[in-house]
């Protein structure tokens, strides 16, 4: 299978890599409007190690950590997509060190680039300009802590920070502490102030979260533990409380899996897994209280190693990033059940992160 659209007009998908195994760095793609293909548009590796992308709001700016021992972030212009032949986004300037070791992941929040430093278990904030070029860090919040692994949780190691719906509160998870961490941004010093953590199960390892659409749940998935952890959110006072744990794999399968993504349904009726090792795709379905998910079935993701899993805009499919495999494979969702189905793949080699805009 390949994306072969015939040009098909479409959206358009950034793809991030590891240079360092082989990757392309950043690369485009044409998405095809009617079947969700992916069709490779142009590269470019100016960057080690983009593993993890942004876009800015109105989506001019690509953003990208460099995942290295230094750390940093880099913005490219985006391409005019009515321009046509998807070329590669272009770099603006050189990547602004983030004054933290092996950054994940980035969010872009109220004018300001945060960044997940898993290596050296902190937070970055970096201002932007009006052009979209970050400036220098303005703030680092340092976790501080560790877990019960003996080889993963030594020490604190930060792995994702997302805003919350409505922007008043940020949320960091990280694997090392067993923790989510919430802060507030300051506006006015360009730093993280911390406000709560909520701990979680000892050597669960929690990497990534999601919000349920409706705003008043969080699903918090375990990279050392192949389990969910429900969270109720008050947005009104920035707390998040555990009230129950799902495994997202079938009993006895555990061992030798590594959840890394998960997504929710835009519609709250189902959530999705993905479970590296395992190499599949976790299909959960959510009762009316958004609290007791049930894990429905998993089907194989395509490939090997599936470090991402995203959703495209119109909530229909599923793409994976096959980190091992090197390949971006997609899935057609069936709207009664939820269980995606192998639609195609695009090589893509060292694929670390797939994004839609």
Known sequence: M?????GRKGGRAFIGSFTSAGGLGVLAAAVDARTGALTAGGATD?????????LSPDGSVLYAVSETDEGAVAAFRTPDIASGGHPAPRLLTDPVPVHGAGPTHLTFADGHLLTANYGSGSVSVLPVAADGRPKPVTGVLRHEGSGPHPDRQRGPHAHQVVAAPGGRWILSTDLGTDSVRISSLSIATGELVPH???ALRPGSGPRHLAFHPAGRHVYVLGELEPVLTVCRWDPANGVLEPVGRT???PEGMEGGCYPSEVVVAPDGRFLWVANRGHDT???LALDPTYEKPE???????GGHWPRDLVLDPTGRRLYVANERSGDVTWFDIDPADGVP???GALRA????CVIFG
């Open 281 to 283: 795709i976790a299909v």
């Open 196 to 198: 709560g953590e909520t």
């Open 349 to 352: 080699p060292a694929a670390s």
């Open 46 to 54: 100016a960057v080690a190690d983009p593993s993890y992308l942004a």
């Open 341 to 343: 189905a192998l639609a």
């Open 2 to 6: 390949s994306g072969d659209n015939g």
């Open 247 to 249: 495994a997202v794999l």
């Open 295 to 301: 894990l429905r079935t998993t089907v194989p993701c």
